[in-house]
């Protein structure tokens, strides 16, 4: 673990949360029979993805999942690195009259999730959309809140949140730590990386 770093969520402290998210959708919903699950990549595709098994062992029911690429309705286009195009997945059946839930490793100035809203826009017409995070990190910059939070964490604009998952890194963390600011970035804001949108 670099110097600085430090863990704030365990595997089985995700676990928890996603445990405790799954029941909440289930409650809000009333059994979450009209619930399409779409993770945005990277890290919230296996999260949408351990949501459904977890709703499904509560309910005996199968809740549709999908992926939602958010690459080209990004704000900082030009301003970033090229970035590599992930997969939107639709699941069969669409997603009009749906109740949708967007899911997310980490909300912090809202941007990512404002991107996925423009994306789903272009995909059909949902009758709700919801958002679920791991982490809330705060410093929104867009009047956008999570309707399903795993962990609130106050932060500074100086740290750096990262999400490692089995799924994708080989084990469950949240780690809290420095921020890597851009080479010439005149600002203490962090680079625009997992987890910090």
């Known amino acids: 673990m670099p110097d600085g770093t430090r863990a704030v969520l365990d595997g089985p402290e995700i676990n928890r949360a996603l445990t405790r998210i799954a029941h909440e959708v289930l409650e809000r919903t009333k059994g979450g029979e ?55 997945e639709i699941p069969v059946g669409g997603l009009d009259d749906r109740v949708v839930v967007l899911v997310d490793d980490v909300l912090f100035s809202g941007r990512t999730v404002r991107a996925a809203l423009d994306a789903l826009g272009d995909l059909g017409r949902p009758r709700a959309v919801q958002l679920a995070v791991l982490v809330d990190r705060g410093h929104r910059e867009l009047p956008i809140r999570a309707d399903y939070v795993g962990k609130n ?26 921020a890597h600011p851009r080479p010439g970035a005149p600002s203490a804001r962090p680079a625009a990386t997992e987890g910090n949108d």
Do not use: F, K, W
């Not at 964490?153 to 730590?177: F, I, K, M, Q, Y």
């Open 34 to 88: 009209d619930v399409t699950l779409l993770g945005i990549p990277s890290r919230g595709v296996p999260l949408a993805q351990r949501l459904a098994r977890r709703i499904e062992r509560v309910e005996d029911l199968a809740v549709p999942v999908g992926s939602l690429d958010i690459t080209m309705y990004r704000d900082d286009l030009r301003l970033a690195p090229a970035r590599a195009l992930g997969r939107t």
């Open 153 to 178: 964490l106050p932060t500074s604009l100086r740290e750096n949140v990262t999400v490692r998952l089995e799924e994708t890194d080989g084990h469950d963390a949240v780690l809290l730590g420095p």
